[in-house]
């Protein structure tokens, strides 16, 4: 249904934009639902738990000692702004996992944050070099208004999935709403096919 | 660790809607009333907000969410919009649509930032953050228990607050940064301002920019507030 009147921005036509997306450029919007934890790196620490064979818990420390890696590319958030060509660092989800050891059986994560945000992943999402918990944003330490010390990153789908204050993976033999999942917003959330809400 | 978030679970979600333009107006300067017909809607929380997508005739799509104003009660979805500059949504709200026109809708959306009607609540907005604490109030008063919901409003000035008529009164607050209002001098919102209002609170909504939620939020948990009964909605750019 075309909208009268309705002309819009003039098209990037970048490739890099997703459906129904736009390029915010250097703004980084922030809109998260909870109050922002001010959480110093020596009190946070990542655990992998539920259907794995040695449920593990890194501090800081710990965690920044296992090989580092960096994603370069785009994020998408759901309420329509992506953000191109950014940088992130620190730890593949990968080599978590590979110190966990996923069960047989294991086919979803349920990430939770420190403030009790949580968000649910099908576990091929978090595998195979596709998710991150990162700790730097453009070579910088990244703020806590943006998730920092520490957030997960999952750049392929819609940026709530990418839990701010992250210290929580659990891995399910199912799929378990998180936060916004209950609240309308799509289980899976990829912005190429634009799955915003339920049912899309 | 803190405990989960828990949102309010029963609030509705609704799909896809075509809703018809019923009346337009001016709030204040920057802002556009838009109040639609939408057949078959599902009623919606006091909090929650639509989508509204709009779709230029080569197929491009453009869809923003915006926070509902009126009352469950009331029989038109009523939108409060700030126009923003660059904003292709919020611009064609504000010069293009007419009364007659059809918009594609989506909603009610959120069942986080939604008040379930029961919990004495203070909601503290900033500017067009005011819009779904307004529909929190309007829903309070027609309950007839306005004493539900304590409204703080902050802006720089009277012309910057949308419902500024309707945020005065019962156990509410207009807080204005650059004028003197009857009952507080021109200020920023403080931490003194809030005391008297968070006693026997149980939900804190706090809606408006992301450097006014931050801000707010600091201060209801310096004051005590327990960090999960605070729910927060920023909008707008980083700064």
């Known amino acids: 249904m075309a909208t009268r009147g309705f002309i819009g921005r003039k098209r990037s036509g970048d490739p890099r934009l997703p459906p129904g997306q736009y390029d915010a450029g250097d703004d980084w919007p922030v809109l998260t639902a909870e109050v922002t934890p001010n959480l110093r790196p020596e009190q946070w620490s990542m655990s992998v738990d539920g259907l794995v064979e040695t449920p593990t818990t890194w501090s800081w420390e710990e965690a920044h000692a296992l090989p580092q ?125 634009e799955q915003r809400y339920t049912g899309d | 660790m803190s405990e989960l978030l828990r949102s309010t679970t029963d609030a509705p979600t609704g799909g896809w809607r075509t809703a018809t333009v019923r009346k337009v107006a001016r709030r204040t300067e920057r802002t556009v009333v838009v109040r639609l017909d939408i057949a078959d ?16 005739d080569d197929g491009y799509t453009a869809s923003r969410s915006y926070s509902v104003a009126s009352s469950p009660s009331d029989p038109l979805v009523e939108l409060c919009v700030e126009r923003l500059e660059d904003g292709e949504v919020s611009s064609y709200l504000a010069d293009v649509v007419e009364v007659g026109d059809e918009l594609e809708v989506r909603g009610p959306i959120g069942g986080w930032f939604a008040w379930d009607g029961v919990a004495p609540t203070l909601a503290i907005g900033g ?74 609170r149980e939900l804190f909504f706090v809606c408006g920019s992301a450097l006014f939620a931050e801000a707010v939020s600091r201060l209801l948990v310096e004051l005590g507030v327990t960090t999960t009964a605070i729910r927060v909605e920023r909008f707008g750019p980083t700064s």
């Not at chain 1, 990430?111 to 195979?128: F, K, Q």
């Not at chain 2, 204005?176 to 209002?181: A, F, G, I, P, V």
Request: negative net charge.
């Open chain 1, 69 to 193: 890696s960096e994603f370069h590319g785009d994020i998408h958030c759901v309420t329509t702004w992506s953000k191109l060509g950014v940088t992130f660092g620190g730890v593949s989800v990968d080599e978590l996992l590979t110190v966990a050891g996923p069960r047989p059986g294991a086919t979803h994560v349920l990430a939770t944050s420190t403030t009790g945000y949580t968000t649910n992943l099908p576990l091929a999402d978090v595998t195979g070099g596709k998710a991150w918990v990162v700790w730097t944003f453009g070579g910088q330490p990244l703020s806590s208004g943006h998730g920092g010390p520490v957030r997960l990153l999952v750049p392929h789908l819609y940026f709530w999935k990418s839990a701010k204050w992250v210290t929580r993976l659990t891995l399910l033999d199912h799929d378990q709403r998180g936060f916004w999942e209950v609240n309308g917003y799509h289980d899976r959330g990829d912005p190429w096919l």
């Open chain 2, 41 to 56: 809607r599902v009623p919606h929380m006091p909090g929650q907000h639509y989508v509204v997508r709009l779709t230029a």
């Open chain 2, 127 to 200: 500017g067009t953050g005011v819009v779904p604490l307004i529909s929190m109030l309007r829903h309070a008063r027609e309950l007839e228990h306005p004493d539900l919901v304590c409204l703080v409003a902050a802006a720089r000035t009277a012309a910057d607050l949308p419902y500024s008529d309707e945020a005065m009164g019962d156990c509410n607050l207009v807080a204005l940064s650059r004028e003197d209002t009857p009952s507080r001098p021109a200020g920023r919102l403080t931490s003194a301002d809030l005391a008297p209002h968070v006693a026997g």
